[in-house]
C-alpha cells in the first residue's frame, strides 16, 4: 500500500470530502432559505421522474473519473482537484453569504413506479435548501473537463463525447426533477470556466 501511494501520489485530497460533508450537512440542518431561486423557465420545464437515474449516477461519474485520473495520469488528478474542491467549497460559501432555496417540486405526483420512489426518497433526504450554484452540475462539468484534458480523453473524441454527455444529462436532470433551477445550473457549471483558462486554455497558447 505504501509504495502504491508513492507511485500514485494525492489521494490525501481525498480527505477533503470529510470537512465538505460536515459542513454540507450543518448548513442543510441550520440555514434557513432567505432567497428563493425562481426563473420564467423553470416553469416551462416539466417534472420527469425518470431523470432521477442521471441524476443518480453523478456518484459514479465522480468516483470512477476521480480512481481513473488518480489511476493513469496524476497531472490531470491534481487538476481534477482543484477544480472540483475550490467550487464545492465556494458554493458552501455562498450558501452562507446567500441563503437560498426552491419552491419548484409539484405538490402532488399522480403515478407511482421505482422512479417516482427514488424521488420521493431523493426528497425526504434533501431539503431544497442551498441550492445555487448547484454543486451537482459543478462538479459534473469540472469531471467532463478533467477527463477530456488526461491522457484519456485527449485525442479520443468519443470518449470525450460520452464524458460531456453524461456531465450533460446529470446537470439536465437536476431540473427535470426539480431538485434544481436553470438559474444553479448556469452558475455551477460557470464555475469551472476560471480554472478552463488557466488549466487548459494557458498551456495550449503557449
Not at 500514485?8 to 450543518?26: A, E, K, M, S
Not at 459514479?60 to 482537484?81: E, H, I, R
Request: proline fraction near 6%; charge should be neutral; glycine fraction near 6%.
Amino acid at each position: 500500500m505504501k509504495s502504491l501511494l508513492t507511485s500514485r501520489p494525492g489521494l490525501q485530497w481525498q480527505l477533503l470530502w470529510i470537512p465538505y460533508l460536515v459542513i454540507f450537512f450543518l448548513e442543510n440542518s441550520r440555514i434557513v432559505p432567505k432567497y428563493i431561486i425562481h426563473s420564467p423557465l423553470d416553469d416551462l420545464i416539466p417534472f420527469c421522474e425518470w431523470f432521477a437515474f442521471p441524476y443518480c449516477s453523478w456518484f459514479f461519474l465522480l468516483a470512477g473519473v476521480t480512481v481513473l485520473l488518480w489511476w493513469n495520469d496524476t497531472g490531470a488528478y491534481y487538476k481534477l482537484v482543484k477544480m472540483m474542491f475550490s467550487g464545492m467549497f465556494f458554493c458552501l460559501f455562498i450558501y452562507i453569504v446567500l441563503p437560498n432555496g426552491l419552491d419548484l417540486r409539484p405538490q402532488m405526483v399522480d403515478r407511482e413506479n421505482i422512479a417516482t420512489w427514488i424521488m420521493d426518497f431523493l426528497w425526504t433526504m434533501d431539503d431544497p435548501a442551498n441550492v445555487c450554484p448547484s454543486i451537482h452540475c459543478q462538479t459534473s462539468a469540472a469531471m467532463a473537463l478533467a477527463f477530456s484534458g488526461s491522457r484519456l480523453g485527449a485525442g479520443h473524441p468519443g470518449r470525450q463525447a460520452v464524458a460531456w454527455i453524461w456531465a450533460g444529462l446529470i446537470c439536465a436532470s437536476t431540473v427535470f426533477t426539480k431538485q434544481h433551477s436553470i438559474i444553479d445550473v448556469v452558475l455551477g457549471v460557470a464555475l469551472i470556466l476560471p480554472w478552463y483558462f488557466i488549466l487548459y486554455r494557458r498551456k495550449r497558447e503557449g
